[in-house]
């Protein structure tokens, strides 16, 4: 057993799958506490569609995939969060409008230049050979980022999910905050995709923190849960992928939908025997 | 000086004006409290006051050493927190943020501040508990306490008692009084329930676009404004005061006040 995991991490693809997903799903997994609780899990999803839209046109430019989708992807987070923030349009509708859009750009941009094939395969439902070095020194840069200003900026993250007016009167800076969550979320969002999916990076962002308030009942205990959560889910899943040869994103969602089952029992349980009716 | 002085204030709010030539003043110790109908801009002018809407013309001066970020407020809940995971100690510890300037984690003073007032407001023991789980009165106590932590001289409540039931509302009001008078901390409250606003503020700003009455409390009891809007609330009896359509009752009131 311990040989087959060892003979696993040999292979440098499978090393550099491990690396850039841990990242990858420890950042996903913090910014999400935020996104969930302030209504905006579908924002994720959003983005992932927007992110398919540019590789599209990346591929077809014959450009560096990251170079393009990085910029296009954190503009369209921010352009999300100014839409969502007027009335005119509401936040799911403008969620779903930007992405079906982005959607369709990429799916015209790949059937006029390369046609259906399996890049467009990889990049809808994931591939665990995606990752190249390149993107796990950017995952490196990027989850340390993520990191770094999760832990300063924490107490103001937490008062501007928790009470966004209240915040903003006592002098915290929503706006600013609200669009790095989303700029750092697009970045997590970009480098995931490839690995987990279009269609399935999103579960990264929503799972581990639903999971973690089945149990929990404070914003820290939520915060650390959702990250030890997600870590140990996307490892048993890419690991479980590997073996049975199933799809890498696929198998990581379903170890959080199973995660998510088991701490729904202990919920439950819990309640029954601390808070009786 | 004055805490707060508004002057010839209008805002706009989607191109619509809703409140106009709006003038008043809040002082330390007083204790204000804007009564009004639905959509008589009474949110908008909260916002206002917060610095979270620039009016459309005249201006808001802040004074006595009131810095803008130093109101405590206290918001109506929203849909977000009816399910948000967050202990007592965490919201009220998140008033002192105002405090913390570019610093990112709190001191030992701000934990202990945040531990004086829940102790203020008998919520200590709750400290642990998530904020969800707690009762309608609850919640408000550790949400004043919030507010309490970011302020050292205006509170601002806005409709504060909705969906509690009268027992709280009573005791709500109480401990807003005690603040009131035993701390000097100015309160400024938005209020529907006209009755307990004569009751306990020192001054009331009857808002309906422009403020139709604005002075002492005792003062609005006998206005024409203040006389037709008790009585459109049905809150006539508690209020002593003589209305013409009871002429018997109110003759002999009214000999009394000659």
Known sequence: MIDMFFEMLSYPFMVRAFVVGILVSLCSALLGVSLVLKRYSMIGDGLSHVGFGALAAAAALNAAPLAVAIPVVVVSA???????????????????????????????????????????????????????????????????????????????????????????????????????????????????????????????????????????????????????????????????????????????????????????????????????? | MALVRCEELSIAYEGQTVVRDLSFQIHQGDYLCIVGENGSGKSTLVKSLLGLKSPMKGRIVLGDGLAQKEIGYLPQQTDVQKDFPASVREVVLSGRLNSRGIHPFYTSRDREQAAAMMRLLGIEGLKRSCFCDLSGGQKQRVLLARALCATKKMLLLDEPVTGLDPIVTAEFYQLIKEVNRSSGIAVVMVSHDIDSAVRDASHILHLQETALFYGKAEDYRRSPVGRMFLESTGNSEKTDIEFPERAETSEKRGMEFD
């Open chain 1, 78 to 277: 921010i352009l999300l969060l100014r839409v969502s923030g007027s009335s005119k349009i509401k936040g799911d509708a403008a969620i779903a409008l930007i992405s079906t859009s982005a959607l369709a750009v990429g799916i015209m941009i790949i059937s006029m230049t390369t046609g259906m094939n399996t890049d467009v395969y990889n990049y809808m439902f994931g591939s665990i050979l995606a990752m190249s070095s390149q993107d796990v020194e950017m995952s490196v840069l990027l989850s340390a980022a993520v990191l770094i200003l999760y832990i300063f900026f924490y107490h103001k993250i937490f008062a501007i999910t928790f009470d966004e007016t209240f915040a903003q009167a006592t002098g915290v800076r929503a706006g600013l905050y609200n669009t790095l969550i989303a700029v750092l979320t697009a970045v997590t969002i970009v480098l995931g995709m490839r690995m987990m999916g279009t269609l399935l990076i999103s579960s990264l962002i929503i799972f581990p923190a639903l999971t973690s308030m089945r149990v929990c009942r404070t914003f820290y205990s939520v915060t650390v849960s959702s990250a030890v959560v997600s870590v140990v889910c996307f490892c048993v899943g890419i690991t479980v992928s590997y073996f049975f040869a199933t799809p890498a994103g696929a198998s990581v969602v379903i170890v959080n939908l199973l995660m998510l089952g088991i701490y729904a029992i202990v919920g439950i349980l819990n309640n029954q025997c601390f808070y009786p009716k």
